[in-house]
């Protein structure tokens, strides 16, 4: 189907099955969907100013701990360490992009001296 161009896309192209879709309404509980590779755990050290990531297994054993100063050096190194230690960590795109957003949220949190708390 093809759709008018939103006015903010200007000059660019769009595919000729273009479209918008509008997207519906996320519910936290209902559409959650575990990620059977890992879970994460989020800490600020305020001391060092440093933020943690641990992975862990659902035997909650911490696998590894990866802690940098800023979000996207840290979620960098977990996803490059994963790629190249052929593991399967994250096997779901929300579940990185969740990764994502908590630890901007996080680094944030530091610079703006508010407490972190992860969702």
Known sequence: MSMEKPAWIKDKK???????INC???D???????????YTLIKVH???HLMEVAVCDY???ILKSFRGTRAQDI??????????????????KDHAAYL?????????????GFEYVQE
């Open 24 to 26: 519906p309404k996320w």
């Open 100 to 112: 994502g957003k908590e630890l901007k949220k996080a680094e944030i949190s530091l610079a703006v």
């Open 59 to 61: 035997n909650h054993t």
């Open 28 to 38: 936290d509980y209902k559409d959650f969907k575990m990620d059977s590779g890992c």
């Open 46 to 48: 305020w001391d060092t």
């Open 14 to 20: 769009t595919a000729d099955d273009f479209e918008v």
């Open 75 to 92: 979620w960098t190194a977990i996803f490059n360490y994963e790629e190249k230690n052929n593991l399967k960590w994250f096997t779901r």
